[in-house]
């Protein structure tokens, strides 16, 4: 199991996050991100990509 953490106050929104891990990240209705705080490992690196292309840079992976 990860923990994934995202700063909201960094991120905005744009989604990149979405594109690489679909199922722990999503944008909602009013586009804003929601994203899972847990996720099995093997959605490991999925969330790797997402935080290599966060342009905020707002994604950690809690160890
Ligand atoms: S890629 Fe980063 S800034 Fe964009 S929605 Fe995801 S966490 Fe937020």
């Given at each position: 199991m990860?923990?994934?953490d995202v700063d909201m106050n960094k991120c905005q929104h744009y989604g990149q996050c979405v594109f690489e891990?679909?199922?722990v990240f999503k944008l909602n209705n009013d586009d804003k991100l929601e994203f899972t705080a847990t996720a099995d490992d093997s959605e490991r690196s999925n969330?790797?990509?997402a935080?290599?292309?966060c342009p905020m840079q707002a994604i950690?992976?809690?160890e």
């Open positions: 990860i923990t994934i891990a679909p199922s969330v790797e990509a935080i290599d292309v950690t992976i809690v």
